[in-house]
Each structure stands twice: as C-alpha cells, then as structure tokens.
C-alpha cells in the first residue's frame, strides 16, 4: 500500500536537493507532484524524472517569497491536479553567517525567503484544505533554528518556522489540516557547493560532530518528511523532528573526552 495514494503533492524548491528527493519519493509512494522551483529548468528536470520513473508530476516556475508568484503556483496546481492535499514548504537559501557580516537586503532575503513563503504557500493552500478537512504540510527548519551553528539570518527564520509550525497545527488541527516540521542537519545536496568550492572535504571536517558518524543524504529528509505527511503520522501535528543523525543531542564529543576516551 503506498503511503500517499491519490494525494496531489506541492514541493517548493523542488529542483534540487532534498526537494527533488521528496518529489521522487513522494510520487513512487503515490502522489502527484508539482514541482515548484525558482529556476524552471530544475522544476521541469525534476518533473521529467519522476515522469521517467512512472509517475505524474509537473513543473511550476515560482519565487516562493513573491506573493503573486505563490498564487499562479498554486494556481496551476489546482489547474492541472484539482487540488493540493498536501505542501512541502522547502524551498530555501542562507546568505550571510553573523550579524556584522552582512547586510539588510540579506537579512530580508533571509526571511522572506525561508520564512514569510511559508506564510504565503500555506495561506494559499489552506482554504481548499479546510474545505475539504483533510491537509499535510511539512516544512523543512534546520538544526540551526535549535542551537546556535551560524548563518544569524538563516537561522533566525529556520527557528521562526517551528514557532509558526506549531501555531498553523493549533489553529488548523480541527479542521482535519496537520502541520510539522523536519529539522535536518548538515546534507549532502548542492546548497554546499559554494562551501566544497573553498574547502572539498567540508563533509569530512563535518561528519565528526555527528554521533551516527556521517551526514546526511536528501533521501533521509524525504523519508522523515513522507512519513509526517502520510496517514501513518494521522494523530501527529505540531511537532518538528530533528532528522540529523543525533547532533542535538548535544555535544558527544565533549562527552567522550570527559569520559577520557577521545577517538
Ligand atoms: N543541505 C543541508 O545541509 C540543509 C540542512 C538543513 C536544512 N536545509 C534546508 O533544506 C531545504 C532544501 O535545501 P537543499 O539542501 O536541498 O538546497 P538546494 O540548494 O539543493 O535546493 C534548494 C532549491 O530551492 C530553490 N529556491 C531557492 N530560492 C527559492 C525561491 N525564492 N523560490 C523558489 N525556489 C527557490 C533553489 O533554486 C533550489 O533548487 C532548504 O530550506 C534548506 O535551508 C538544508
């Protein structure tokens, strides 16, 4: 049994990364998918594989952070689909690490794109949801909107979207619409190529600080991420779960050297 039979699935950001692996994912679990994304040719990429590989998908063009833009998504989604039953608010960028580093446009591209599109996604989506009392949405924090690991801006708005995750759950949970949160840590995808430009073995120096002793693939967040929206997670809402091979847990490795066995 598949776990999203006939659900029509939004990912943002899905021309890339963790995105492109829900978007793969969640159509070999059932779902049709539009793939929405800045860049269109990724969008299109991503719907030609999950095409490629059985399923039915679309391709949408849309700057998640621009208003206009989010409602000819979502538009063209209940154009060709019918509906949204469930929402993947992914899309996302980090610009700057601390407050003095960068400026005030990056500090607004931070938020509007990693937090106000998931006011504007979810806004869009919700009244069809509510209509029909039944609606998932996932959105993808990170271990940065937890504990301090950089990027002010960035993190700011990943914290910022737990808190508007569990107030969407509290509002919308009687309504038959379940909202939560993934919160990865570090994962191999594009979004570190800049960083392995300047230092190739970056996952290396990373993967030391994680008590499962390596980083993460997208398939990790697109699994953590079908399971919250799938009938399995039926009584979960508001929770945001770490998917970070155990870093916040604390700090092992402090740990290890206080039990005098640093490896
Ligand atoms: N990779 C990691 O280590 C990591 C860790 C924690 C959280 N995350 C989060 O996971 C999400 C996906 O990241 P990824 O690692 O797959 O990155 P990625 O760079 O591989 O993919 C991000 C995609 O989002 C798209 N995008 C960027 N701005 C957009 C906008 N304004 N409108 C629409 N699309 C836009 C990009 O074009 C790209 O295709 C992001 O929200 C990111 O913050 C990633």
């Known amino acids: 049994m ?33 793939a929405a994304d800045k860049i269109g040719e990724r969008a299109e990429e991503t719907a030609r594989l999950v095409t490629e590989d059985g399923g039915r998908a679309i391709g949408v063009t849309a700057d998640v952070s621009v ?9 063209a989604a209940v154009g060709s689909f019918g509906r949204v039953d ?49 609606g998932a949405i996932c959105n993808i924090s990170s271990v940065n909107g937890i504990f301090a690991v950089g990027e002010s801006a960035y993190a700011a708005a990943k914290a910022g979207m737990i ?7 509290n509002h919308f949970g009687k309504d038959g619409v379940r909202v939560n949160c993934v919160a990865p840590g570090t994962i191999r995808t594009p979004i ?14 990373l993967k030391v600080w994680y008590p499962l002793g390596r980083v993460g693939e997208p398939e990790d967040v697109a ?28 700090n ?12």
């Open 2 to 34: 598949p776990a999203l039979p006939d659900r029509v699935a939004l990912i943002t950001g899905a021309g890339s990364g963790i995105g492109r692996a829900t978007a793969l994912l969640f159509a070999q679990e059932g779902a049709t998918v539009v």
């Open 67 to 75: 208003a206009a833009d989010v409602t000819a998504m979502v538009e």
């Open 86 to 134: 469930v929402l993947v608010n992914n899309a996302g960028l980090s610009v700057g690490d601390t407050i003095l580093d960068f400026d005030e446009a990056a500090w607004d591209l931070n938020l509007d794109v990693v937090l106000k599109s998931v006011y504007l996604c979810s806004r869009a989506v919700l009244p069809g949801m509510l209509e029909r009392k039944r």
């Open 163 to 169: 808190s508007l995750t569990a107030n969407m759950a």
């Open 192 to 205: 570190w190529s800049e960083r392995l430009k300047k230092d190739p073995n970056v996952f290396d120096t």
């Open 223 to 250: 699994n953590a991420c079908l399971f919250l929206c799938s009938d399995a997670a039926a009584w979960i809402t508001g929770v945001t779960l770490p998917v970070d091979g155990g870093l916040t847990t604390g």
């Open 252 to 263: 092992f490795r402090m740990n290890t050297a206080l039990q005098g066995d640093d490896a």
